[in-house]
């Protein structure tokens, strides 16, 4: 009963119904809740107009219930750029006509550990952006849609040096690789990384790690993208991973490798890359599971480590990190009645290296 009571704000959005995936147009509810004589914001509530939402390929695996977890109808998007329209009672440091942005996370407990230690995308009670089940009981929806109400916790500032449009893959696709490469040491160590897949992912390690100071080789299937990584991204080596000749070249070459790559592989040819001691962070979530042969790990004393997206202090952190190297993701836009066709292409990687959203319609 108190679901329904504390859901006033009618929003416009758009949904996937069932695992076509395919999204049309759906009208829902978001909390907003009685303050007499008026209706308004929750005491630590923001509500944002949402203007951008970038695409992640994330998006198609709930959307077509890949994980066997997706409850329909389903609001996708967690790359959220927009501008605060209203403020809690209780919320300081956001005003209205900020740009802010929110990602991955909308809930945690915020008492446990990992909570108290700005870990709390780690929190056993954390709730996603959508898909998910807030405190309250009711349904996240996310990004695709006009606006959004999100506890002030989970709202992080888009410094004025960025373009909403192309810091929105920012708020899930670059702290994701932030914060494994945050975690291992790779922000000033002078090292060798190497970025396996270039896409939404890959291209923004590529970036990190060149503003990082780091030697950053590509490794992706296809000879292709060789051009583009070194000359558009400043990579500056490139391995066909396809290729034995230049795997074997390139065997204990390498520091650090993010695996960014978000279908079924071995990780076997991935680690034979690596120096002893050397460390790779898997961050991307195929829909199958992944391979680990023994000997490659064991042989080289090697790491695997994994990492889902970073905390809001890390997020905050990365943000202004690339306002300061001007760093943003290279994006194409699109209009809210070409989103299933992006799908579509994001499905066969046909993108340069983020779909983005113009929810609002409106310029940066």
């Not at 809690?88 to 440091?93: A, E, I, K, R």
């Not at 080789?217 to 034995?244: Q, W």
């Not at 009645?337 to 609002?360: H, S, T």
Request: hydrophobic letters at 40%; aromatic letters at 6%; proline letters at 4%.
């Amino acid at each position: 009963m108190e679901v329904t009571a504390n859901h006033t704000q009618t929003v416009a959005g758009w949904a996937a119904m069932n695992e076509s995936g395919k999204v049309e147009p759906f009208i829902f509810k978001r909390r907003y809740k009685l303050h007499l004589p008026l209706w308004e914001n929750g005491v630590d509530d923001v509500t944002i107009k949402v203007q951008y939402c970038g695409m992640c390929h994330t998006d198609i695996h709930f959307m077509k219930n890949h994980w066997d977890i997706t409850m329909y109808p389903i609001v996708p998007g967690h790359e959220i750029t927009g501008v605060v329209t209203k403020v809690g009672s209780n919320v300081s440091g956001f005003d209205v006509g900020d740009r802010v942005g929110v990602g991955c996370i909308v809930e945690a407990c915020l008492d446990c550990d990992h909570c108290q230690s700005s870990q709390e995308n780690y929190c056993d009670k954390l709730v996603l952006t959508y898909n998910g089940i807030l405190s309250d009981g009711s349904i996240t929806y996310g990004g695709y849609s006009e606006m959004v109400v999100v506890h002030k916790k989970f709202v992080a500032r888009i410094p004025d040096t960025l373009p909403l449009d192309a810091a929105a893959p920012l708020l899930c696709a670059g702290i994701t690789v932030y914060s494994p490469m945050k975690q291992h040491g790779m922000v000033n160590s002078g090292g060798s990384l190497g970025v396996a897949g270039l896409g939404g992912l890959g291209h923004i390690a590529v970036k990190f790690g060149k503003a990082f100071g780091l030697r950053v080789t590509v490794i992706s299937t296809s000879p292709a993208k060789e051009k583009e990584a070194r000359e558009g991204l400043k990579a500056d080596d490139f391995i066909v991973s396809t290729d034995l000749k230049q795997m074997q070249a390139k065997m204990r070459s390498l520091d650090y490798i993010i695996d960014t790559i978000p279908v079924k592989h071995s990780l076997g040819p991935l680690l034979e890359l690596l120096k002893v001691n050397g460390v790779l962070a898997v961050v991307a979530a195929p829909d199958q599971p992944i391979e680990l042969p023994s000997f490659p790990l064991i042989f080289g004393k090697r790491t695997i480590s994994g990492s889902i997206t970073g905390s809001m202090k890390e997020t905050q952190e990365m943000l202004d990190l690339c306002g300061k190297h001007n760093i943003t993701c290279d994006i194409e836009l699109v209009n809210t009645d070409g989103i299933n066709e992006a799908l579509a292409r994001l499905a066969r990687n046909d993108v340069r290296y983020r779909f983005v959203i113009n929810i609002a319609g409106d310029s940066n």
